[in-house]
């Protein structure tokens, strides 16, 4: 197994970090004016310094989670970290490469919502993806008013500006402990969207792959475009007011963010009341949310039940449930037959497969304060790991638990009376967009006959007012995460002041700047129980779930892949994905 170039780490101390402050200030616009040929050749060295890197890191991130060696899991730790940040090189690729003209727009189909908004498809755009991720569809809607004709205006509209004029800054990006992608593709944000250069401060959490993303961004380093720090929270607050950091980005809590803009405690609360910011400088943030799950009553059979029970446990329990779009709200139809029997799988696919620790920080007391505040607790067996602790909320119900986002392996409930699908789904909708904080992600399960029961254009019109910056139709808003041409970031409109979700996108390889919202689409049955319905995808059991049985392999061989596509790496892959 290869191992990173062994790098000293910056001491945490004030002389070190102004040292690297002032190397990437001193060199901002020299980035700024690199010429799009030399970042594309960036890029493929990225490339080449992440594969001999990316086992060593898969396998260290997979034994600080607690994931056992050799288990399945650990192909979480290869999509969401060397495969997500290898796909986002190759789709900046793509985009660099036909950025004349802006003509990589062109190949990109274009349709007209049922609401009037421009919807740009991402996915699928090359025969890889036709193949590899068969079924699967994701579309931008852009903010009204934008056009197919205006697009061009919006899109990419940072290289607009030649580059003997632009001047560049210097950004701060704090990163997130949970998912090891997040860093580096936030840091990809600024340096090739904005034009920024990163001194990127890794959170204590897995600060342990800080050598795995020097080796890998070596080349990045040696431009002076980048550079990773460790610390605690005062060397992030440090960096936050140095006078040479112009712009700041931030994945993580709510609370985290408003301590850094307002302050904290007291002198915080007073100076947002006052509407004035302790930091002034440009923010942006992805954060969290309690993000729901919609089950839309229909015809389910017993294997819809048990497949898209191991899709809600997914949800809910992918990255041992230290995720910011996991599931927290499961809202279900009170009358439905198929509750009680989607519940009851629920707990046996939990019981199976989801025996994992909880390892991110402060996540047993969060649990326990949890069950503490709720009524009518139940809880979903999960074998040798904590119980995962059921809370049904309705309007009697503490508000903490719609306006807190509890970052660990537990779950609410909301039933809904309404009987007619669609009728039912207009509500579950009112009560996410009124009832729920946040506006990161939301689900909606919901079969395919049902959906043609109430109509494809109404049933756009319906999810249109389904206000979260991504939405997932018989997926998981996870998978818009994954996929990197995808705008990733909460539903616009949030403020300073009431930052929701967060305020800005990430990811975006092809650098819309209008968008509103991620509508991502998957099959509803896997492959090939699919095809006796008629369905034509060749997609079996995804492997991000977390009952596949193959994904440390897949993972392996997609990152692989993505590194350098061929014809020849797809039998193994579609082997294994079959197995899985």
Request: glycine share 8%.
């Amino acid at each position: 197994m290869a191992q990173p170039a062994q790098t000293p780490a910056l001491p945490d101390n004030h002389d070190a970090l102004d040292e690297a402050v002032a190397t990437l200030h001193s060199a901002r616009d020299d980035w700024a004016r690199l010429g799009t040929p030399e970042r594309i050749a960036l890029l493929e060295e990225i490339k080449d310094c992440l594969m001999p890197v990316a086992e060593g890191w898969a396998e260290t991130a997979a034994r600080h989670k607690l994931i056992p060696a050799g288990s399945p899991l650990v192909g979480e730790e290869w999509i969401s970290g060397p495969y997500a940040l290898m796909s986002a090189c190759n789709g900046l690729i793509e985009t660099l490469s036909n950025l004349d003209g802006k003509t990589f727009l062109t190949s990109l189909q274009k349709r007209t919502t049922a609401t009037g908004q421009l919807a740009v498809k991402v996915l699928p755009h090359t025969i890889w993806e036709r193949l590899l991720l068969s079924g699967i569809k994701a579309e931008v809607w852009m903010e009204p008013g934008v056009s197919a004709a205006t697009l061009p205006s919006h899109t990419a509209t940072a290289y607009d500006t030649p580059p003997a004029q632009r001047r560049g800054k210097l950004a701060l990006v704090l990163g997130a402990g949970n998912i090891n992608a997040i860093s580096p593709l936030d840091v990809f944000q600024k340096l090739f969207s904005e034009h920024q250069v990163v001194v990127l401060k890794m959170n204590p959490v897995n600060d342990y792959l800080t050598e795995y993303l020097e080796a890998a961004l070596r080349p990045l380093i040696a431009r002076n475009a980048l550079r990773i720090v460790t610390g605690g929270a005062d060397v992030g607050a440090y960096l936050c007011h140095h006078p040479q950091v112009e712009e700041i980005h931030i994945t993580g809590a709510a609370a985290s963010h408003d301590v850094i803009v307002w302050g904290p405690g007291a002198e915080g609360a007073a100076n947002k009341a006052a509407g004035t910011p302790k930091l002034t400088k440009p923010i942006t943030s992805e954060l969290g949310a309690v993000c729901p799950t919609i089950v839309v009553p229909g015809p389910w059979s017993a294997a819809d039940l048990r497949f898209q029970a191991e899709h809600l446990a997914t949800q809910k329990l992918h990255n041992s449930g230290f995720n910011c779009i996991a599931c927290q709200m499961l809202i279900l139809p009170q009358a439905w037959e198929g509750k009680d029997k989607l519940l009851a799988n629920l707990n046996d696919v939990m019981a199976s497969h989801a025996q994992r620790q909880p390892w991110y920080p402060g996540a047993r007391d969060r649990m326990a304060e949890f069950a503490r505040r709720g009524d009518n607790v139940t809880t979903l067996d999960r074998g040798a790991a904590p119980a995962c602790a059921v809370v049904p909320v309705d309007d009697t119900s503490d508000d903490w638990f719609r306006e807190n986002e509890i970052f660990a392996p537990v779950l609410s409930t909301h039933e809904i009376a309404e009987t007619d699908p669609e009728s039912y789904l207009r509500a579950a909708i009112r009560y996410a967009n009124d009832e729920l904080h946040g506006t990161l992600g939301g689900n909606i399960l919901i079969h395919p006959a049902t959906m043609k029961q109430i109509g494809r254009k109404r049933f756009e019109e319906i999810i249109a007012e389904f206000h979260y910056g991504t939405v997932a139709i018989n997926a998981w808003t996870g998978l818009g995460f994954l996929l990197t041409a995808c705008p990733w970031g909460a539903y616009p409109g949030h403020t300073l002041a009431d930052v929701g979700s967060g305020i800005g996108f990430a990811h975006n390889t092809f650098m819309f700047d209008k968008a509103q919202r991620v509508v991502v689409q998957a099959p509803w049955q896997p492959f090939p129980r699919n095809i006796l319905s008629g369905g034509r995808s060749l997609l079996p059991r995804p492997p991000w779930f977390i009952t596949n049985r193959r994904q440390d392999r897949i993972g392996k061989l997609l990152t692989r892949f993505q590194y350098k596509p061929g014809w020849l790496k797809l039998p193994r892959i579609f082997l294994n994905a079959l197995l899985g």
